[in-house]
């Protein structure tokens, strides 16, 4: 008779080969994370750079239709530049049709037109609680925060209408600061320059920075249709306490109802409007579009004087890569 035959027998894990698998996976998972970020950053920042190049596009368009790039808000008659309650559409309004958000500008295209006829008139703020993803950064930490002014909601966006390195209110000029030259940006209060007008060279003027949301609802910094310095625009933001993009001073922007916040490099004054750093959330660097469409990064820290003379379209000075 055949013996029978026992069944294998089987070891299994001790605790510590238990363990050693366990610590072997974080291993992995802990190099393979930040290979994974930084292609996710990398992705973000590409299709930023697409959102930025169809922005400055859709600017040129407009000055197909009306010979000069878009003003970076409007102010009708009687109404203060500064005025949040009153202030006209800002540019990221008038360029809806031409990234495809046609039906949208046409609900409210009659009250668009007054403005820009200098005639108040609020009715184009129906829309302003769209979010626009055109307008948006994929790597902004605080977009789906509405900002809470003027007794309504109103969606983020992440890029302003450079007005210059100087006063916003100062015309097309802009002013002259530390004897670097005039400070007039491309686009300013209801006034801007067509393209092939600048003075410095279309491929050498920021048009479009980057921009990014308030951190809190009171805090209106990044709000495509809130034309204000900030907000829908930049301004200032070579002079004075603000030096250079992702400046991490305190109170460096001046926005009403703001939050101080250097250590998220947010510093903000809440004291008024009039001026509006460059800010991303991409690594060390923001993005700009220029004026001739083309997409650019500048890196934190860039020398404050050649800061001034990237974003002044009429300084009379050149600039080199930094």
């Not at 239709?65 to 559409?89: R, S, Y």
């Not at 966006?157 to 006063?167: E, M, R």
Request: glycine share 12%; charged share 15%; net charge neutral.
């Amino acid at each position: 008779m055949r013996p029978s035959l026992s069944p294998r027998s089987r070891r299994a894990f001790t605790l510590i080969e238990l363990l050693v698998v366990i610590a072997i996976i974080a291993i992995l998972i802990g190099l393979l994370l930040p290979a994974v970020q930084k292609v996710r950053e990398a992705a973000a920042r590409m299709a930023c750079s697409n959102n930025l190049k169809q922005c400055a596009l859709a600017c040129h368009m407009y000055q197909d239709t009306t010979q000069t790039l878009p003003p970076a808000w409007i102010t009708p008659n009687n109404v203060g530049w500064n005025d949040e309650n009153n202030i006209g559409p800002s540019w990221a309004v008038l360029i809806l049709p031409y990234v495809e958000q046609t039906s949208l500008y046409n609900q409210v295209q009659a009250s668009i037109q007054n403005n820009l006829s200098k005639v108040a008139d609020s009715g184009w703020r129906s829309i302003v609680g769209n979010t626009i993803k055109t307008f948006r950064c994929p790597s902004e930490p605080n977009g789906d925060t509405p900002g809470n002014r003027a007794g309504r909601n109103w969606a983020r966006g992440n890029y302003g209408a450079n007005c210059g390195p100087g006063d916003p209110n100062a015309g097309l000029g802009g002013g002259n600061y530390n004897g670097w030259g005039q400070a007039g940006g491309p686009m300013m209060n209801s006034v801007a320059y067509a393209i092939q007008r600048i003075p410095d060279g279309s491929s050498n003027v920021i048009m479009i920075n980057h921009l990014r949301a308030g951190p809190a609802a009171n805090d209106m910094r990044g709000s495509w249709a809130f034309g204000l310095p900030g907000c829908s625009s930049t301004a200032n933001h070579a002079v004075g306490d603000t030096y250079y993009p992702n400046d991490t001073g305190c109170c460096a922007d001046d926005v009403t109802g703001c939050n101080d916040r250097p250590d998220i490099a947010m510093g903000c004054w809440n004291g008024g409007y009039g001026q509006g750093q460059a800010r991303s959330s991409h690594t060390g660097q923001v993005l700009a579009a220029m004026c001739d469409a083309s997409v650019r990064g500048f890196r934190n820290g860039i020398p404050t004087q050649t800061w001034y003379w990237i974003n002044s379209a009429n300084d009379g000075n050149t600039w080199v890569d930094q």
